[in-house]
Protein backbone atom coordinates (compact mmCIF):
# COMPACT_ATOMS: atom_id res chain seq x y z
CA UNK A 1 0.00 0.00 0.00
CA UNK A 2 1.61 3.34 -0.96
CA UNK A 3 0.18 6.93 0.58
CA UNK A 4 -0.94 9.19 -2.35
CA UNK A 5 -1.21 13.00 -0.53
CA UNK A 6 -4.51 12.78 1.68
CA UNK A 7 -5.97 16.01 1.34
CA UNK A 8 -5.28 17.11 4.53
CA UNK A 9 -1.98 17.95 4.42
CA UNK A 10 -2.39 21.11 2.68
CA UNK A 11 -1.60 23.58 5.34
CA UNK A 12 -5.15 24.60 6.06
CA UNK A 13 -5.62 26.14 9.41
CA UNK A 14 -8.08 23.94 11.78
CA UNK A 15 -10.98 26.69 11.34
CA UNK A 16 -10.86 26.78 7.89
CA UNK A 17 -13.55 24.89 5.49
CA UNK A 18 -13.78 22.13 7.45
CA UNK A 19 -17.52 20.37 8.47
CA UNK A 20 -18.84 20.58 11.74
CA UNK A 21 -20.53 17.34 12.80
CA UNK A 22 -22.36 17.50 15.93
CA UNK A 23 -25.43 15.77 17.00
CA UNK A 24 -27.23 14.81 20.22
CA UNK A 25 -28.45 11.38 18.86
CA UNK A 26 -28.91 8.45 20.89
CA UNK A 27 -28.10 10.11 24.22
CA UNK A 28 -24.52 10.90 22.88
CA UNK A 29 -23.71 14.62 22.15
CA UNK A 30 -20.45 13.77 20.58
CA UNK A 31 -18.88 17.22 18.29
CA UNK A 32 -15.84 17.54 16.59
CA UNK A 33 -14.71 18.95 12.99
CA UNK A 34 -13.43 16.70 10.13
CA UNK A 35 -10.40 18.03 10.09
CA UNK A 36 -9.77 16.82 13.84
CA UNK A 37 -9.71 12.94 14.57
CA UNK A 38 -12.58 11.80 16.72
CA UNK A 39 -9.86 9.87 18.91
CA UNK A 40 -5.90 9.88 18.61
CA UNK A 41 -4.72 10.92 15.45
CA UNK A 42 -4.76 8.10 13.12
CA UNK A 43 -2.12 7.07 10.20
CA UNK A 44 -4.30 6.28 7.39
CA UNK A 45 -1.76 3.70 6.27
CA UNK A 46 -2.14 1.74 9.64
CA UNK A 47 -5.60 1.43 10.29
CA UNK A 48 -6.05 -1.58 8.26
CA UNK A 49 -3.75 -4.51 9.24
CA UNK A 50 -4.84 -6.00 6.51
CA UNK A 51 -4.85 -4.87 2.76
CA UNK A 52 -7.75 -6.44 2.32
CA UNK A 53 -11.19 -4.81 3.51
CA UNK A 54 -14.36 -7.31 2.40
CA UNK A 55 -13.88 -7.71 -1.37
CA UNK A 56 -11.63 -4.86 -2.05
CA UNK A 57 -7.74 -4.68 -2.40
CA UNK A 58 -6.46 -1.87 -0.99
CA UNK A 59 -4.32 0.54 -3.38
CA UNK A 60 -3.62 3.46 -2.30
CA UNK A 61 -4.86 6.69 0.54
CA UNK A 62 -6.96 9.59 -2.24
CA UNK A 63 -8.30 11.29 0.68
CA UNK A 64 -8.52 11.69 5.25
CA UNK A 65 -11.54 12.90 6.60
CA UNK A 66 -12.57 12.75 10.07
CA UNK A 67 -14.78 10.17 9.57
CA UNK A 68 -12.84 7.74 7.35
CA UNK A 69 -10.41 7.44 5.04
CA UNK A 70 -11.17 6.89 1.43
CA UNK A 71 -8.90 4.47 0.04
CA UNK A 72 -8.53 3.65 -4.28
CA UNK A 73 -9.09 0.19 -3.91
CA UNK A 74 -9.68 -3.04 -6.72
CA UNK A 75 -12.82 -4.94 -6.41
CA UNK A 76 -11.30 -8.52 -6.49
CA UNK A 77 -14.24 -10.14 -7.42
CA UNK A 78 -15.04 -7.57 -10.89
CA UNK A 79 -11.57 -6.47 -11.44
CA UNK A 80 -12.63 -2.77 -11.47
CA UNK A 81 -10.84 0.31 -9.59
CA UNK A 82 -13.67 1.71 -6.50
CA UNK A 83 -13.06 4.33 -3.76
CA UNK A 84 -13.32 2.69 -0.47
CA UNK A 85 -14.37 5.18 2.12
CA UNK A 86 -13.91 2.93 5.74
CA UNK A 87 -14.29 4.23 9.41
CA UNK A 88 -11.79 5.13 11.63
CA UNK A 89 -11.83 2.22 13.77
CA UNK A 90 -11.83 4.88 16.34
CA UNK A 91 -14.56 6.88 15.13
CA UNK A 92 -16.12 3.30 14.34
CA UNK A 93 -16.71 3.11 18.51
CA UNK A 94 -19.21 6.00 18.53
CA UNK A 95 -22.42 4.84 17.94
CA UNK A 96 -23.70 8.38 16.65
CA UNK A 97 -20.89 8.18 13.87
CA UNK A 98 -20.83 4.95 12.77
CA UNK A 99 -25.18 5.61 12.48
CA UNK A 100 -24.38 8.83 10.67
CA UNK A 101 -21.23 7.21 8.62
CA UNK A 102 -24.00 4.22 7.67
CA UNK A 103 -26.36 7.04 6.84
CA UNK A 104 -24.23 8.16 4.25
CA UNK A 105 -24.23 5.27 2.17
CA UNK A 106 -28.30 4.94 2.81
CA UNK A 107 -28.49 8.66 1.80
CA UNK A 108 -26.43 8.39 -1.53
CA UNK A 109 -27.52 5.29 -2.60
CA UNK A 110 -31.22 5.81 -2.67
CA UNK A 111 -30.38 8.38 -5.52
CA UNK A 112 -29.37 7.23 -9.15
CA UNK A 113 -28.35 10.19 -10.78
CA UNK A 114 -25.31 11.46 -13.22
CA UNK A 115 -24.21 14.47 -11.04
CA UNK A 116 -24.12 12.34 -7.26
CA UNK A 117 -21.52 9.64 -6.87
CA UNK A 118 -22.47 6.18 -7.61
CA UNK A 119 -22.50 3.66 -4.15
CA UNK A 120 -21.56 -0.10 -5.31
CA UNK A 121 -21.86 -1.22 -1.48
CA UNK A 122 -22.07 -0.58 2.15
CA UNK A 123 -20.70 -3.00 4.22
CA UNK A 124 -18.61 -3.85 7.72
CA UNK A 125 -15.27 -4.77 8.39
CA UNK A 126 -14.37 -7.01 11.45
CA UNK A 127 -11.21 -5.89 12.64
CA UNK A 128 -9.42 -7.83 14.97
CA UNK A 129 -7.52 -6.04 18.09
CA UNK A 130 -9.94 -2.43 17.80
CA UNK A 131 -13.30 -2.32 19.97
CA UNK A 132 -15.62 -1.00 17.15
CA UNK A 133 -18.86 -0.96 19.82
CA UNK A 134 -21.94 -3.13 19.49
CA UNK A 135 -21.42 -4.27 16.16
CA UNK A 136 -17.71 -5.38 16.15
CA UNK A 137 -17.18 -3.92 12.58
CA UNK A 138 -15.77 -1.17 10.90
CA UNK A 139 -17.92 0.30 8.12
CA UNK A 140 -17.09 0.63 5.07
CA UNK A 141 -18.74 2.21 1.76
CA UNK A 142 -17.71 1.36 -2.04
CA UNK A 143 -18.40 3.87 -4.37
CA UNK A 144 -17.31 4.26 -8.09
CA UNK A 145 -13.66 5.59 -8.18
CA UNK A 146 -13.77 8.92 -9.74
CA UNK A 147 -10.88 10.48 -11.59
CA UNK A 148 -10.34 13.82 -12.03
CA UNK A 149 -9.78 16.94 -8.73
CA UNK A 150 -12.42 18.35 -6.40
CA UNK A 151 -13.63 22.15 -6.95
CA UNK A 152 -11.32 22.92 -3.87
CA UNK A 153 -8.25 21.37 -5.69
CA UNK A 154 -9.03 23.44 -9.20
CA UNK A 155 -9.57 26.29 -7.20
CA UNK A 156 -6.29 26.05 -5.06
CA UNK A 157 -4.74 25.32 -8.63
CA UNK A 158 -6.94 28.35 -10.42
CA UNK A 159 -7.81 30.92 -8.04
CA UNK A 160 -10.79 31.38 -10.06
CA UNK A 161 -12.87 29.80 -12.66
CA UNK A 162 -14.27 31.54 -15.96
CA UNK A 163 -17.70 32.09 -15.73
CA UNK A 164 -18.91 30.00 -18.51
CA UNK A 165 -17.44 26.64 -16.88
CA UNK A 166 -18.98 28.55 -13.36
CA UNK A 167 -22.44 28.15 -15.38
CA UNK A 168 -21.79 24.46 -16.58
CA UNK A 169 -20.23 23.12 -13.10
CA UNK A 170 -23.33 25.02 -11.00
CA UNK A 171 -25.94 23.84 -13.60
CA UNK A 172 -25.06 20.13 -12.64
CA UNK A 173 -24.96 21.04 -9.58
CA UNK A 174 -28.24 22.22 -9.18
CA UNK A 175 -29.28 18.86 -11.23
CA UNK A 176 -27.85 16.85 -9.19
CA UNK A 177 -29.36 18.99 -5.65
CA UNK A 178 -32.49 18.61 -7.54
CA UNK A 179 -32.53 14.95 -7.69
CA UNK A 180 -31.73 14.48 -4.16
CA UNK A 181 -34.55 17.12 -3.03
CA UNK A 182 -37.11 15.51 -5.29
CA UNK A 183 -36.34 12.44 -2.16
CA UNK A 184 -36.71 14.66 0.47
CA UNK A 185 -33.10 14.46 1.13
CA UNK A 186 -30.62 18.02 1.92
CA UNK A 187 -27.40 17.34 1.32
CA UNK A 188 -26.55 20.35 4.12
CA UNK A 189 -23.08 20.17 2.59
CA UNK A 190 -21.84 21.93 -0.70
CA UNK A 191 -19.08 23.06 -0.61
CA UNK A 192 -16.04 23.00 -3.06
CA UNK A 193 -14.37 19.84 -1.43
CA UNK A 194 -17.74 18.02 -1.82
CA UNK A 195 -17.91 18.49 -5.79
CA UNK A 196 -16.15 16.63 -8.04
CA UNK A 197 -15.13 17.36 -11.52
CA UNK A 198 -14.88 14.42 -13.81
CA UNK A 199 -11.68 14.62 -15.96
CA UNK A 200 -12.48 13.11 -19.31
CA UNK A 201 -16.30 13.99 -19.24
CA UNK A 202 -16.24 17.75 -17.68
CA UNK A 203 -19.22 16.23 -15.45
CA UNK A 204 -19.84 17.16 -11.70
CA UNK A 205 -20.34 14.86 -9.12
CA UNK A 206 -21.73 15.56 -5.79
CA UNK A 207 -19.69 14.07 -3.01
CA UNK A 208 -19.97 13.53 0.48
CA UNK A 209 -23.59 12.81 2.35
CA UNK A 210 -22.09 12.53 5.75
CA UNK A 211 -24.73 14.96 6.51
CA UNK A 212 -27.50 14.56 4.51
CA UNK A 213 -30.72 14.11 6.13
CA UNK A 214 -34.65 13.58 5.32
CA UNK A 215 -36.26 16.59 5.24
CA UNK A 216 -38.90 14.58 7.31
CA UNK A 217 -36.68 14.30 10.12
CA UNK A 218 -35.20 17.61 10.37
CA UNK A 219 -37.23 18.22 13.26
CA UNK A 220 -35.03 16.40 15.92
CA UNK A 221 -32.12 19.14 14.66
CA UNK A 222 -34.57 21.78 15.26
CA UNK A 223 -35.07 21.09 18.54
CA UNK A 224 -31.45 19.74 19.60
CA UNK A 225 -30.24 23.01 18.84
CA UNK A 226 -26.95 22.45 17.24
CA UNK A 227 -25.11 23.55 14.16
CA UNK A 228 -23.85 21.09 11.41
CA UNK A 229 -22.13 21.78 8.09
CA UNK A 230 -19.31 24.19 7.08
CA UNK A 231 -19.14 27.58 8.25
CA UNK A 232 -17.66 29.26 5.30
CA UNK A 233 -20.88 27.69 2.74
CA UNK A 234 -23.21 27.60 5.40
CA UNK A 235 -26.90 28.84 5.38
CA UNK A 236 -28.09 31.43 7.90
CA UNK A 237 -30.95 29.05 8.98
CA UNK A 238 -28.29 26.21 9.67
CA UNK A 239 -25.73 28.69 11.43
CA UNK A 240 -28.18 29.60 13.57
CA UNK A 241 -29.62 25.88 14.35
CA UNK A 242 -32.75 26.37 12.63
CA UNK A 243 -34.80 24.39 10.52
CA UNK A 244 -33.26 23.43 7.40
CA UNK A 245 -34.71 22.76 4.39
CA UNK A 246 -33.67 22.08 0.66
CA UNK A 247 -33.38 26.01 0.25
CA UNK A 248 -30.53 25.84 2.67
CA UNK A 249 -28.60 23.48 0.11
CA UNK A 250 -29.14 26.75 -2.93
CA UNK A 251 -27.42 29.43 -0.68
CA UNK A 252 -24.05 26.84 -0.26
CA UNK A 253 -24.45 26.37 -3.51
CA UNK A 254 -24.65 30.61 -4.41
CA UNK A 255 -21.76 30.67 -2.11
CA UNK A 256 -19.61 28.08 -3.91
CA UNK A 257 -20.57 30.03 -7.09
CA UNK A 258 -19.33 33.16 -5.76
CA UNK A 259 -16.15 31.63 -4.89
CA UNK A 260 -15.65 30.11 -7.92
CA UNK A 261 -16.38 33.25 -9.66
CA UNK A 262 -14.42 35.47 -7.43
CA UNK A 263 -12.06 33.60 -6.35
CA UNK A 264 -13.23 34.38 -1.95
CA UNK A 265 -16.03 32.90 -0.24
CA UNK A 266 -18.96 36.01 0.17
CA UNK A 267 -18.60 34.97 4.16
CA UNK A 268 -15.20 34.30 5.17
CA UNK A 269 -14.04 35.24 8.82
CA UNK A 270 -10.77 35.12 10.82
CA UNK A 271 -12.42 31.67 12.63
CA UNK A 272 -15.73 29.58 12.40
CA UNK A 273 -17.09 31.93 14.99
CA UNK A 274 -16.87 35.07 12.93
CA UNK A 275 -17.38 33.05 9.67
CA UNK A 276 -20.73 32.22 11.51
CA UNK A 277 -21.41 35.66 12.46
CA UNK A 278 -21.11 36.93 9.21
CA UNK A 279 -22.71 34.55 7.28
CA UNK A 280 -26.14 35.11 9.65
CA UNK A 281 -25.77 39.06 10.37
CA UNK A 282 -23.35 40.49 7.57
CA UNK A 283 -24.20 41.55 4.16
CA UNK A 284 -21.67 40.60 1.03
CA UNK A 285 -20.25 42.78 -0.89
CA UNK A 286 -22.53 41.83 -4.56
CA UNK A 287 -20.52 39.66 -6.98
CA UNK A 288 -20.68 42.43 -9.82
CA UNK A 289 -18.60 44.79 -7.15
CA UNK A 290 -16.07 41.72 -7.12
CA UNK A 291 -16.16 40.99 -10.64
CA UNK A 292 -17.15 43.91 -12.58
CA UNK A 293 -17.71 42.54 -16.10
CA UNK A 294 -19.79 39.07 -14.74
CA UNK A 295 -22.93 38.58 -17.15
CA UNK A 296 -25.63 40.27 -15.04
CA UNK A 297 -28.07 36.93 -14.95
CA UNK A 298 -25.32 35.29 -13.50
CA UNK A 299 -24.58 38.18 -11.02
CA UNK A 300 -28.51 38.37 -10.33
CA UNK A 301 -28.57 34.44 -9.91
CA UNK A 302 -25.47 34.32 -7.45
CA UNK A 303 -26.39 37.23 -5.19
CA UNK A 304 -30.21 35.83 -4.95
CA UNK A 305 -28.99 32.71 -3.82
CA UNK A 306 -27.09 34.00 -1.06
CA UNK A 307 -30.31 35.50 0.44
CA UNK A 308 -30.47 35.51 4.03
CA UNK A 309 -34.20 34.27 3.93
CA UNK A 310 -34.82 31.16 2.39
CA UNK A 311 -37.70 33.14 1.36
CA UNK A 312 -36.16 35.47 -1.06
CA UNK A 313 -34.00 32.78 -2.83
CA UNK A 314 -35.16 31.02 -5.83
CA UNK A 315 -36.82 27.98 -4.43
CA UNK A 316 -36.09 25.17 -6.58
CA UNK A 317 -33.25 23.33 -7.43
CA UNK A 318 -34.69 22.86 -10.78
CA UNK A 319 -35.40 26.57 -11.00
CA UNK A 320 -31.74 26.92 -10.81
CA UNK A 321 -30.59 24.33 -12.80
CA UNK A 322 -32.92 25.87 -15.44
CA UNK A 323 -31.51 29.38 -14.98
CA UNK A 324 -28.28 28.17 -15.35
CA UNK A 325 -29.01 26.35 -18.26
CA UNK A 326 -29.76 29.42 -20.00
CA UNK A 327 -27.24 31.85 -18.57
CA UNK A 328 -24.77 28.89 -20.03
CA UNK A 329 -26.22 29.18 -23.33
CA UNK A 330 -26.17 32.83 -23.78
CA UNK A 331 -22.36 32.72 -22.24
CA UNK A 332 -21.39 29.66 -24.98
CA UNK A 333 -22.74 31.96 -28.04
CA UNK A 334 -20.96 35.17 -26.62
CA UNK A 335 -18.10 32.70 -26.46
CA UNK A 336 -18.38 31.56 -30.41
CA UNK A 337 -18.81 35.03 -31.60
CA UNK A 338 -15.99 36.27 -30.01
CA UNK A 339 -14.06 33.44 -31.52
CA UNK A 340 -15.12 34.19 -34.57
CA UNK A 341 -14.69 37.59 -34.47
CA UNK A 342 -10.90 37.01 -33.44
CA UNK A 343 -10.19 34.61 -36.17
CA UNK A 344 -11.91 37.21 -38.54
CA UNK A 345 -9.48 39.58 -37.41
CA UNK A 346 -6.64 37.40 -37.55
CA UNK A 347 -7.39 36.56 -41.01
CA UNK A 348 -7.54 40.01 -42.52
CA UNK A 349 -4.79 40.52 -41.03
CA UNK A 350 -3.07 38.02 -42.77
CA UNK A 351 -4.67 39.27 -46.29
CA UNK A 352 -3.53 43.18 -46.00
CA UNK A 353 -0.47 44.09 -47.14
CA UNK A 354 2.29 44.76 -44.77
CA UNK A 355 2.31 48.47 -44.39
CA UNK A 356 5.16 49.21 -42.52
CA UNK A 357 8.26 50.66 -44.95
CA UNK A 358 10.65 47.88 -45.35
CA UNK A 359 14.21 48.24 -46.95
CA UNK A 360 14.90 45.97 -49.80
CA UNK A 361 18.31 44.45 -48.33
CA UNK A 362 16.03 43.70 -45.21
CA UNK A 363 14.04 41.07 -47.29
CA UNK A 364 16.26 37.50 -47.11
CA UNK A 365 15.20 36.05 -50.33
CA UNK A 366 16.76 35.66 -53.66
CA UNK A 367 14.01 37.98 -54.98
CA UNK A 368 15.73 39.78 -58.43
CA UNK A 369 18.34 38.01 -58.65
CA UNK A 370 18.54 35.38 -61.29
CA UNK A 371 19.00 31.55 -60.21
CA UNK A 372 21.78 29.88 -62.06
CA UNK A 373 19.13 27.16 -64.00
CA UNK A 374 17.58 30.49 -65.47
CA UNK A 375 21.33 31.47 -66.10
CA UNK A 376 22.02 28.16 -67.66
CA UNK A 377 18.70 28.05 -69.72
CA UNK A 378 19.67 32.08 -70.93
CA UNK A 379 23.23 30.57 -72.00
CA UNK A 380 21.89 27.55 -74.13
CA UNK A 381 19.03 29.91 -76.02
CA UNK A 382 22.23 32.31 -77.08
CA UNK A 383 23.98 29.51 -78.00
CA UNK A 384 21.02 27.84 -80.00
CA UNK A 385 20.04 31.45 -81.86
CA UNK A 386 23.64 32.13 -82.55
CA UNK A 387 23.73 28.62 -84.32
CA UNK A 388 20.37 28.90 -86.07
CA UNK A 389 21.74 32.47 -87.63
CA UNK A 390 25.34 30.84 -88.48
CA UNK A 391 23.30 27.97 -90.59
CA UNK A 392 20.96 30.90 -91.71
CA UNK A 393 24.18 32.72 -93.28
CA UNK A 394 25.48 29.73 -94.86
N1 LIG B 1 -15.54 8.41 -5.36
C1 LIG B 1 -14.39 9.04 -5.18
N2 LIG B 1 -13.44 9.00 -6.12
C2 LIG B 1 -12.24 9.65 -5.95
N3 LIG B 1 -11.95 10.38 -4.84
C3 LIG B 1 -12.86 10.45 -3.85
C4 LIG B 1 -14.12 9.80 -3.97
N4 LIG B 1 -14.82 10.03 -2.85
C5 LIG B 1 -14.04 10.80 -2.07
N5 LIG B 1 -12.86 11.05 -2.66
C6 LIG B 1 -11.75 11.87 -2.11
O1 LIG B 1 -11.76 11.77 -0.69
C7 LIG B 1 -12.04 13.05 -0.10
C8 LIG B 1 -12.90 12.87 1.14
O2 LIG B 1 -14.12 12.24 0.78
P1 LIG B 1 -15.49 12.67 1.46
O3 LIG B 1 -16.54 11.70 1.03
O4 LIG B 1 -15.75 14.11 1.18
O5 LIG B 1 -15.13 12.41 2.98
P2 LIG B 1 -15.16 13.32 4.30
O6 LIG B 1 -16.44 12.95 4.96
O7 LIG B 1 -13.99 12.86 5.03
O8 LIG B 1 -15.12 14.76 3.88
C9 LIG B 1 -12.71 13.84 -1.20
O9 LIG B 1 -12.58 15.23 -1.04
C10 LIG B 1 -11.97 13.34 -2.42
O10 LIG B 1 -10.71 13.97 -2.51
MG1 LIG C 1 -16.06 15.81 2.35
Known sequence: MTQQGPNQSDGRSPDDDETIVSEPFDGDDSTHKTGEHAGPSVDPQRV??????GDYRIVDVIGVGGMGIVYRAEDVMLKRTVALKVMKPEVASNETFRKRFLREAESAARIDHENIVTIYQVGQHKVGQHKVGRHQGVPYIAMRYLSGESLRERLKREGRIEPRLVANIGRQVATGLAAAHGIGLIHRDIKPDNLWLEAETGRVKILDFGLARSQETDMRLTKSGVVLGTPKYMSPEQATAKTVDHRSDLFSLGSVLYHLLSGTEPFGGSDSAATLIKVTQADFAPIQKVCPNLNPKLARLVNALLAKHPDKRPQSAREVALNLAEIEKQLEAEHEANARR?????????????PSPVPTSAIPTGVGRPSPLSLVLLGLGIVLIGLLLVAFLF
Open 48 to 53: LEADRV
Open 342 to 354: QSLTETADLASPD
